[in-house]
T-cell receptor, first 113, second 115 residues
Framework: DTGVSQDPRHKITKRGQNVTFRCDPISEHNRLYWYRQTLGQGPEFLTYFQNEAQLEKSRLLSDRFSAERPKGSFSTLEIQRTEQGDSAMYLC???????????FGQGTRLTVV | AQSVTQLDSQVPVFEEAPVELRCNYSSSVSVYLFWYVQYPNQGLQLLLKYLSGSTLVESINGFEAEFNKSQTSFHLRKPSVHISDTAEYFCAVSQDMEYGNKLVFGAGTILRVKS
């Protein structure tokens, strides 16, 4: 296993467009997390899944943000009607419940123009 | 609500010199504390963690951090740095037993090691 994989690594989109990012966690990990990191700040927690269940989504930044993990494996994060303020690095992490640290992917850098 | 303050945004230091990266947190409940490191063009990696027990924790590459409950601090230290330690370091806190979940991060400290 090569670790947590995120795709794409970079995304440039026009304001108002929808974007979707994918995260493939480490295969045996049942917890998956999404964070957002803006320039000069540390990562900010957005949401997490245990298997396919989304256990917390109150930190999602607005109703334009949604996340899924349909089969308890990979996850997608969608941003609808993107705004310039959405420009950031979106990080995914995974862990094995109760035993392991969170392993982070390299992130998807979103630029909204 | 929890928060983490990293007191220095950048720390320049010469190779083989000691370094301390400062981290203070605020929380009204017991916490678990972490340091993550991010090397250029790489993802965040866990450097060390405090969950319970000994307040001094060490990493495999010579870093150590000490949990000080009265000072609400978790400063990171290394007695002699290498060029390869150049990276951004993030302090983080969680109150979740299943550590790694809902981490609250500081803004990060860039460590620049000069030859």
């Amino acid at each position: 296993d090569t670790g947590v994989s995120q795709d794409p690594r970079h995304k440039i989109t026009k304001r108002g467009q929808n974007v979707t990012f994918r995260c493939d966690p480490i295969s045996e990990h049942n917890r998956l997390y999404w964070y957002r990191q803006t320039l000069g700040q540390g990562p900010e927690f957005l949401t997490y899944f245990q298997n396919e269940a989304q256990l917390e989504k109150s930190r999602l930044l607005s109703d334009r943000f949604s996340a899924e993990r349909p089969k308890g494996s990979f996850s997608t994060l969608e941003i609808q009607r993107t705004e310039q303020g959405d420009s950031a690095m979106y990080l995914c992490a995974s862990s094995y419940l109760l035993t392991g640290e969170a392993f982070f992917g390299q992130g998807t850098r979103l630029t909204v123009v | 609500a929890q928060s983490v303050t990293q007191l220095d945004s950048q720390v320049p230091v010469f190779e083989e010199a000691p370094v301390e990266l400062r981290c203070n947190y605020s929380s009204s409940v017991s916490v678990y504390l972490f340091w993550y490191v991010q090397y250029p063009n790489q993802g965040l990696q866990l450097l060390l963690k405090y969950l319970s027990g000994s307040t001094l924790v060490e990493s495999i590459n010579g870093f150590e951090a000490e949990f000080n409950k009265s000072q609400t601090s978790f400063h990171l230290r290394k007695p002699s740095v290498h060029i390869s330690d150049t990276a951004e370091y993030f302090c983080a806190v969680s109150q979740d037993m299943e550590y790694g979940n809902k981490l609250v991060f500081g803004a990060g400290t860039i460590l620049r090691v000069k030859s």
